[in-house]
């Protein structure tokens, strides 16, 4: 089940809404919310409800553990992160070794067919985050089994993040509000991520699906348009769903975190990790980078260090080569940017090299997002090359406008505007007036009812496609 579905939107959630609504008392609710997230993932994959399950208990005990036994803290830190990598890797990883040892030997070893169970990514990596809290301080460890395992399964970001820390989300299970003006903040920040989805993402993810199903060599045009159209599709993909958890969570007096910061206008690979999937950067920050020592060690090992967090940050998006060199192509370009060998920091001090910096930066995400999406490295590599060989096809302008339909145009056009810098200047425009003055407010309230019932038209229709982040 995806927020997207006509079923979450019409039926899950309204119900939800009312029952926390009228079940009194924040323990109530607390229980009820923690229960409803486990139907949620029931509705997904009712078969790994168990699994998810047992991952909570994991860590509840290895928290209580960790705050009482003062003499074997070390050792259930090891083994439960062990414990959390080892799931993670057995459903998500065991086939792509079996393949790739079968490629290397020529065996005919059988795949495991093992399901990817719904958001493993994200709530093992929740429960390291956790357990290597407590391991660090005592006190943001808890006793209660209902408290972190209604943080781990609160069900707006169960799916696709952002990746959240116990220290954070606790202190709202004792102590939040609901009030209308956050319900209707909520609301209208879930109808704009509904909107990214089903409208944006939808009409880019069209023209990108039909460009990487080409064989062969591909028309420049072509090959460019399938590019662009996928950063875009990801983008609205993954910040749609980010802001619908953010305004779900709203709605139940909860805050959560930002996961997206305008990506498309950083002027840096490395200023773009700052704004692209803020929760796993971070996450890698702190529970990976800086245990292996940080920047602290010399600039050797600042590079070495980086290398391996994202290898392991493309190792962490799929079992495919794709991701991983993905993964260490972005760590590569990080450091040839760190060391002025790609001078961003230079020309950032002047204008035209802040031009520069983000035709650069846009060029390096967008072809690397072609390695993302290709299913082998042998297609990205044909993609990419397409791109570079400037051979037009006879009928590719045919082809080209056939793609490009006026709406698809316009909502492509729609797109690009509010991807990059453009954004937030309208974002903050719109707050300002909309503060000070009521008929701005209804106004902006009226515009997301009618978001909200062109949305409804685009599910009425059918055809939408899963979030790209649940595969992950």
């Excluded at 952002?162 to 102590?175: N, S």
């Excluded at 080409?214 to 662009?228: C, F, H, N, V």
């Excluded at 990080?334 to 060998?341: A, H, W």
Aim: hydrophobic share 50%.
């Amino acid at each position: 089940m995806i927020f997207s579905s006509p079923f979450f939107v019409f039926f899950f959630l309204p119900a939800v809404f009312l029952l926390d609504r009228v079940i009194p008392g924040l323990q109530r609710k607390n229980l009820a919310l923690a229960v409803v997230s486990l139907v949620f993932l029931a509705f997904g994959q009712l078969a790994f409800v168990p699994l998810f399950l047992a991952s909570v208990l994991i860590n509840y005990i290895s928290g209580l553990l960790l705050i009482k036994k003062e003499k074997v803290r070390k050792t259930v830190l090891v083994i439960t992160v062990l414990l959390n990598l080892g799931m993670l890797a057995v459903f998500k990883y065991t086939d792509f070794v079996i393949s790739n040892i079968n490629s290397v030997f020529s065996s005919s070893l059988k795949l495991s067919g093992i399901a990817l169970p719904l958001g493993i990514s994200f709530f093992t990596f929740q429960g390291i985050s956790y357990v290597t809290d407590v391991y660090r301080n005592k006190e943001k460890g808890t006793s209660s089994f209902q408290d972190l395992l209604l943080f781990m399964s609160f069900f707006p970001q169960l799916v696709q993040g952002p990746i959240l820390r116990f220290e954070d989300f606790a202190p709202q299970i004792t102590d939040r509000t609901v009030s209308t003006e956050k319900t209707v903040s909520g609301i209208r920040r879930f109808i704009t991520g509904l909107a990214k989805k089903i409208i944006i993402s939808a009409a880019a993810a069209r023209i990108a699906d039909s460009v990487f199903a080409m064989k062969g060599m591909i028309d420049w045009r072509l090959a460019w348009l399938g590019g662009i159209c996928y950063a875009l599709q990801l983008y609205y993909d993954f910040s749609g769903y980010s802001d619908m958890a953010v305004g779900l969570a709203r709605i139940f007096g909860f805050g959560i975190i930002e996961n997206f910061d305008y990506p498309y206008s950083a002027s840096s690979v490395r200023n773009f990790w700052r704004r692209w999937h803020i929760s796993l950067s971070t996450w890698f920050r702190d529970y990976l980078y800086i245990p292996l020592g940080g920047s602290r060690k010399g600039t050797g090992r600042k590079y070495l260090n980086r290398m391996i967090v994202f290898l392991c940050t493309g190792i962490w998006h799929g079992a495919n080569w794709t991701f991983i060199i993905w993964g260490l192509l972005h760590g590569i370009l990080i450091n040839l940017e760190d060391s002025g060998i790609i001078p961003v920091d230079r020309l950032e001090k002047n204008g035209f090299g802040r031009i520069v910096n983000r035709v650069y930066t846009l060029l390096a995400v967008m072809l690397l997002f072609v390695i993302f999406r290709a299913d082998s490295i042998s297609e990205a590599f044909r993609v990419i090359g397409s791109m570079f060989s400037f051979s037009a096809a006879p009928s590719g302008w045919y082809e080209f406008a056939s793609l490009l339909p006026a709406a698809s145009c316009l909502i492509l056009i729609i797109g690009i505007l509010f991807s990059g810098g453009f954004a937030p200047k309208i974002r903050k425009l719109s707050a300002e007036l909309e503060n000070s003055s009521n008929a701005a407010y209804y106004a902006g309230c009226i515009f997301s009812l009618i978001l909200f019932a062109i949305c409804l038209m685009a599910m009425s229709r059918g055809g939408f496609s899963p979030f790209i982040y649940t595969q992950f």
